[in-house]
């Protein structure tokens, strides 16, 4: 079998603009290519994973993952998120990846041992193993087993769509409640939040 992790990303100087109330547009890129960086190279220490795709309409981020050894795949036509990972699972397929993993970019907490533990729940397909965010709203990872089970449907409401998708498809489901997975920065009291949690563990050391 083989397991291809998708990274989908957003233009680095346009993503997160939801948070321009409190970083300037340099500071949000810097966070952007931080955050991308830190997820390939979380990646890359993930011995079940084969390869690691990254999509984005941004030539300067798929320069950046290449950078780091990672496989890319150009946006072209409209931007949207979903018709984005349905690119890059055909890519996937027609390199004969069975396994399909999306782990978006923005998850500030995620380990190499935390997508370890996520993938080692897997191993019964058809399956589709799934980490909500922490608004129990959004999709923070995504685990298809065979990679064409189900279609992406990220955007609101999310975690239940792709739920729904998985029953229709008669799956085996599970769902992977973790606080590392949880946290995505999309808006000014997620990164208010992840700060919290720093000066937490600071206290601790």
Do not use: C
């Amino acid at each position: 079998m083989t397991l291809w992790a998708i990274v989908p990303v957003k233009p680095l100087r346009r993503g997160k603009s939801r948070l321009s109330g409190i970083l300037s547009e340099d500071e949000r890129t810097a966070l952007n290519k931080s955050m991308l960086v830190n997820t390939i190279k979380t990646l890359k220490g993930v011995p079940e994973i084969d390869v690691i795709l990254v999509v984005s309409r941004d030539p300067s981020a798929l320069s950046l993952a290449r950078e780091y050894d990672a496989r890319t795949v150009l946006e072209d036509g409209s931007p949207e998120l979903n018709t984005a990972l349905r690119r890059a699972s055909m890519v996937a397929q027609t390199y004969q990846a069975h396994e399909i993993l999306v782990l978006p970019a923005d998850l500030p907490l995620v380990t190499t041992d935390d997508v370890r533990e996520f993938i080692a729940h897997s191993g019964n397909p058809p399956e589709v193993i799934i980490a909500p965010d922490r608004r129990k709203d959004g999709t923070n990872a995504l685990y298809i087993n065979p990679a064409n089970l189900i279609d992406f449907r990220y955007g609101e409401g999310s975690f239940n769509i792709h739920l729904e998708q998985a029953k229709k498809a008669n799956a085996r489901i599970e769902i992977i409640e973790h606080k590392s997975f949880a946290l995505d920065l999309d808006l000014p009291e997620d990164l208010v939040y992840l700060h919290e949690l720093e000066a937490q563990k600071n206290k601790l050391v």
